[in-house]
């Protein structure tokens, strides 16, 4: 068990604290989104004649409230408009299919959703700009994140004022956000995420720069718009922190006023710390821990250097969190020894919105705080002797193989200390393991099995070793475990094979970033369709240096048609 520090919370809401900085610095810039910004006062103003327009519609406490925009200036005045109503945030991306916007909709209660043309109509309806002054507690409801259930049915997880509250101060206490602080805002709006890189810094005087997607998919101008903005925070998936690693090792240059780079959503591997500090030793990286039922990030590993072990941990809880690690009974297991991360303190959220059976399930009565709640991972992790975290991997990734429950995220673990692994993954194909590796060359199979043999009983050992530059990932930045899946079901290109020299070299590119053979990519084939995510598209237009655009390629998602465009431009992809 660990506990974080005591830190005792101001009795005020985040969007209080954000209104106590409107009236001390009612000039001073508070939001940036490409040639737009916005003072405080400016900022708390709109968000006021808002909030009173959401009033005149019903909204009340605790009355649920979509916002449907893009990330710009307009959707961080809804999302303070809504607490200040004393409502409840339910962000949702305009892009995701409508079918999914209702079943979220639906299931939360939403009476109330805010489009840009309802927040612009509001807008006209000559509210007054002063602050509202409606009372909202500590225990209200704050937001409602949907994400990806087990089941395939998504669940809204609710949390609560104080736990958002307690997640912002420990960022801004960790991160050393104050006066004048840039923050970057990156990551979509259905991410909870977003939402800490949207508010934080306005609650100490800071600045948020919301960063245009399109930017993001460039690395390059990605880049130059964190040195441009005098960005002193940032957060990126760890996928994406290999593609910037990658830039900045091809064009070395200063960061700016860069300070820290948080990297979270996936396990972040040693490879790419160590290659981080060796060519920006003065910018510090945090692996940050938590989920969506938690309040967000509930762990905070600050690195200046690279780890001394072999794996990356997760560090110690932020204030006012308690972390144990507990068996099937839930019982504490002993020091370094594997268990089901358990959760307690202000950070636990209240359950899933309209979901009874899957919130009794993750959420159970905390024996150590009367009235207060205990919430069930799923994930797999051990306590270290120095008091941190480690992540092992997900308790629902087990498999029943010949009668033995294997835990794929133990088998991982062994996997990826294994020298020369760089990133791993296991799936079971046939009643077979099967893994997946990346490093910089193919290894000797029957030694990694003997190497696996000594560390695990013989029934968890793959049967079959695949060697990939490196793993295809999912938008999100995970390891995309389909993908590999569909690797090992023989997929054969659709139709012809490649006919130009530029066809040849394409395929080859796309066989290296999507982790598939050259043999399974035909001249008829999408890009999309064998497996390409955002992610993955963003790391081909770097391995053809720049030669596409990413909208090039979502314009031109077939082998063929792209390397129409490539010879049209005379830009022929260079050979091995």
Known sequence: MSTGPRRALPDHRAHELFEIQARERPDAIAAVHGDRQLTYGEL?????????????????????????????????????????????????????????????????????????????????????????????????????????????????????????????????????????????QTAPQCFDISLWQLISALLVGGRTLIVEQETILDAERFLERIVAGGVNVGQVVPSYLEVLVTNLAQRPRELGALRYVVATGEALKKEPVERWFAIQPGIKLVNAYGLTETSDDTNHEIMDRPPDGERVPLGRPIHNVRIDVVDEQLSPVALGEGGEIVFSGVCVGRGYINDPERTRNAFLPDPHRPGGRVYRSGDYGRWLPDG????????????????????????????????????????????????????????????????????????????????????????????????????????????????????????????????????????????????????????????LDRAVTFKDLTEHSGLADLAAVLERRGALVSGD
Not at 485 to 492: D, V, W
């Open 388 to 543: 941190k975290l480690q992540f092992l991997g997900r308790r629902d990734s087990q498999v029943k193989i010949s009668g033995f429950r294997i835990e794929i995220g133990e088998i991982e673990s062994a996997l990826v200390r294994l020298p020369g692994v760089r990133d791993g993954a296991v799936v079971v194909h046939n009643q077979q393991l099967v893994a997946f590796y990346a490093g910089e060359a193919a290894l000797d199979a029957a030694l990694m099995a003997q190497q696996l043999g000594a560390r695990l009983p013989a029934y968890m050992v793959p049967a079959a070793f695949h060697w990939r530059d490196s793993l295809p990932l999912t938008d999100n930045g995970k390891t995309d475990r389909k993908a590999l899946a569909a690797a090992l079901q023989g997929a054969k290109q659709n139709g012809e094979s490649p006919h130009t020299p530029t066809e040849e070299r394409l395929a080859a590119a796309w066989a290296e970033v999507l982790g598939i053979s050259k043999e399974q990519v035909g001249r008829r084939d999408d890009f999309f369709a064998l497996g390409g995510t955002s992610l993955t598209a963003l790391k081909l237009v770097i391995a």
């Open 44 to 184: 708390n103003a709109r968000a006021n004649q808002l909030a009173r327009a959401l009033v005149a519609r019903g909204v009340t406490r605790e009355a649920v409230v979509g916002v449907q925009t893009e990330r710009n200036l307009d959707w961080l005045t809804a999302v303070l408009a809504v607490f200040k109503a004393g409502g409840v945030y339910l962000p949702i991306e305009p892009h995701f299919p409508a079918e999914r916007i209702a079943k979220m909709v639906a299931r939360a209660g939403a009476n109330v959703v805010l489009t840009q043309a309802v927040i612009e109509a509001a807008y006209r309806e000559g509210h007054a700009a002063s602050d509202l002054g409606i009372a909202v507690g500590p225990d209200q409801l704050a937001y409602i994140y949907f994400t990806s259930g087990s089941t395939g049915e998504p669940k809204g997880a609710m949390c609560e004022q104080l736990g958002f509250l307690n997640h912002l101060l420990a960022k801004i206490d960790d991160l050393q956000i104050g006066a004048g602080t840039v923050v970057a």
